[in-house]
């Protein structure tokens, strides 16, 4: 699934349909992964450039890590050197790296920050992401 959103109010608008989309790939962690989409969606917007993409994909792929959802968010910004470690969940800039990486198995950066990627596991909610 690719959403392309040129404006913040074109994602506004598709908010439902992903989360319907994050329901029917993996029901138990659909809230958990749309604060971190979410997250990293107003980041790009926010501190990027339009347009903003969105790709979600299923990975089944026998890599070892098990069925999971790959989320990458991308935006035409300068992008920015994320910072090492987990930010304090107190701190005003940086809350939205902390919940995408409280809310996701893994985390990274790509393009010089102008992407990030995020995986989740499908399998039960009992563990993280």
Known sequence: MIYVFKSHRDLISAREDILKTLRELNPARALRIYVA???????AFFHGKAPVTLKIEKDTKESGKGERLVISVS???SGFTPPKGLPEDHV?????LYL???MA???RFEDR???V???CP???SSSRG
């Open 92 to 96: 005003p800039n940086g809350r939205g």
């Open 117 to 119: 990627v995020m995986e």
């Open 100 to 102: 995408m990486r409280a």
């Open 105 to 107: 198995n893994s985390v």
């Open 122 to 124: 499908t399998g039960d």
């Open 113 to 115: 920050g102008r992407r």
């Open 37 to 43: 989409i979410n997250e990293a969606l107003n980041n």
């Open 75 to 77: 935006c035409g910004g």
